[in-house]
């Protein structure tokens, strides 16, 4: 009877351990990557740019790079001005004490003619450790740049990207 009553309590107590050491949000996964911007200027009238695949680093600061469903290129930079933390702005000019600046472009894939920020603001909503993988950080936000092509032709990109998984940051 001392057995039985040890064995039950042993696996109660491991039942608890099991259940209080998984992550208590609600779910397993870090959600589906999202992206969508809309660009106008030039020859864009609310184009709307959704997401194809991205790619993303942490070196030198963070860098967002989304291949849209039409192939169009949009990159998005951010220095280490500030930090990375939830409510982080980050304005387009920006140098860091590295030397890096924040920016964003938009690349056509038809023309291969690439619009550079001038102007304008990214902000990180959320970041928040990835279910997947405790090295990686899951960032949602917005931006709102305004870029010029090298003849001056404005375009303006305001959009939003949710749940971007960042290795290392």
Do not use: H, W
């Not at 039942?15 to 397993?28: F, P, Y």
């Not at 001005?81 to 894939?109: C, H, M, P, W, Y």
């Not at 997947?132 to 939003?160: E, I, K, Q, Y």
């Amino acid at each position: 009877m001392k057995t039985l009553k040890t064995l039950s309590i042993l696996v109660i107590t491991l039942t608890l351990i099991i259940s209080c050491s998984k992550k208590d949000d609600g779910s397993d996964t870090d959600g589906a990557s999202e992206f969508s911007a809309t660009l106008n200027g030039g020859t864009y009238n609310n184009f709307s740019a959704t997401l194809g695949s991205y790619t993303s680093s942490s070196a030198n600061g963070l860098t967002i790079a989304v291949v849209d469903a039409n192939g169009n290129t949009i990159r998005l930079f951010m220095n280490t001005t500030g930090g990375f933390n939830s409510g982080a702005t980050k304005e387009v000019g920006n140098i860091d004490g590295n030397g890096f600046q924040t920016s964003a472009l938009f690349r056509d894939a038809n023309t291969q003619i690439i619009y550079n920020a001038v102007s304008g603001s990214l902000s990180i909503t959320q970041n928040k450790e990835s279910n997947n993988d405790s090295n990686s950080r899951v960032l949602s936000g917005t931006f709102n740049v305004t870029a010029n092509f090298n003849t001056g032709t404005p375009l303006t990109m305001v959009g939003t990207f949710k749940n971007i998984v960042v290795s290392g940051l």
